[in-house]
DNA sequence: CTCGTTCCAGACTGCCTGGTCTGTTTGTAG
DNA sequence: CTACAAACAGACCAGGCAGTCTGGAACGAG
């Protein structure tokens, strides 16, 4: 086997994660990937096939990091204390101590270029999100209705638990009109005193 | 004066908002609008002297209704009740109960796609966004500051409010990726639960 | 009717885009 | 050392892009 290429298609990843979250997608040329990365037209195209294709491998690592550390949370939510509505609290607690990577000002969520476009969600490139958006919301549901128990005038555990994920991609939102970098945290502060409410 | 041209700008600019709001600004092009609007380039580049011009024109029209219906459904919810707390359950049934135009399968808003491109934050495009925002945070501050009182520990009147803006956005998304048409209005109603809990 | 302005149609242009192709280098297997 | 395949580099291409330009049609003013 000659040289590894490995390297090469991880800067082009990288720099293509980068681009198209701060640009979106069809607004970010291959040109653009290939000068950032430091590449060439011939790399590009002996990794990817097509633009296209660079677009579902970006999206499948990214959920796949995002699936990864859901279970992260969910083990320290799990392993900081047994009463379910505390478990809630820490699960979202953990992400508020987060640091810049997700609450700084340049923070970015890649499913919101994916999910502008929409031929990118019909053709199938957007389906490892919405496979991350389920295991949020098995693992959420699950959690939240330990600590909901069974009263009778009880919120849908699935709407709550699909609640987080809708707040970080609304946070990223409004992060971005107001450039405010305290948004982010601000939010999921939020969150959590309402599910705290709530739970309670 | 010659002819009356309003007519053709009109259906310029829906035609253009619709195509934006589905795939996103870079994705769509000016033939595109100009094939579905049924006009032609010379009408276009009458109109809109660029394709940015005519960006900055669809958000700010798009702001200024957002708001509007703000106004609205403030004015829904004073006239409804006295009681401050019953007053911003009153605010968000308001949209939970919107017909199909809002909580539909194909609903969209042009926020996401304009801020999904940096370049339209930079240069200023994205300007009425923040605007509708700090209104509809103003709006709400107001409302929920007096329901939660001068409680010793209470949360953040201001974060609760851009919570709101937060969760249509963030359903929007969420709706995207599941194609659930149920999804804006389950999250308007956990949104709405919450807050109930939060403000007792 | 004439004149002038606005409104619009569509051919046209140059640039940028995603993608191809040819050639060269680099490493490994035998 | 030889052979061969993977890993690039960069010239090249066809199509699509935003934007221009010219000509004509539709009105109101005088």
């Known amino acids: 086997m000659p040289r590894d290429g490995t390297a090469t298609r991880s800067r082009i990843l990288d720099s293509a994660e980068r681009l198209v979250k701060v640009n979106g997608y069809a607004a970010t040329s291959v040109d653009q990937v290939i000068t950032e990365s430091g590449t060439s037209k011939g790399a590009f195209f002996h990794h990817f096939p097509s633009k296209l294709d ?16 859901l279970r992260e949370a969910m083990a320290h939510a799990e392993a900081a204390t047994d009463d379910p509505a505390e478990r809630v609290s820490a699960f979202v607690r953990w992400f ?7 609450l700084g000002e340049e923070s970015n969520c890649l499913y919101i270029s994916i999910l502008t476009e929409r031929e990118l969600v ?5 389906d490892p999100i919405l496979g991350a958006v389920v295991a949020w919301r098995e693992e959420l549901t699950r959690l939240i209705g330990a600590a909901l128990g069974d009263r009778e005038d009880a919120p849908d555990p699935e709407a709550l638990a699909d609640h987080v994920f809708v707040t970080f991609e609304g ?4 992060a971005r009109s107001t450039g405010d970098p305290t948004t982010m945290r601000r939010q999921l502060r ?3 005193q309402m599910l705290e409410a709530v739970l309670r």
């Open 122 to 126: 019909v053709d199938g490139t957007s």
């Open 190 to 192: 939020a969150l959590r």
């Open 171 to 174: 946070a990223f939102l409004l």
């Open 54 to 69: 660079l677009a579902r491998t970006l999206v499948q690592r990214y959920a796949d990091a995002d699936v990864a550390e």
């Open 96 to 102: 508020e101590e987060r640091d810049e990577a997700l």
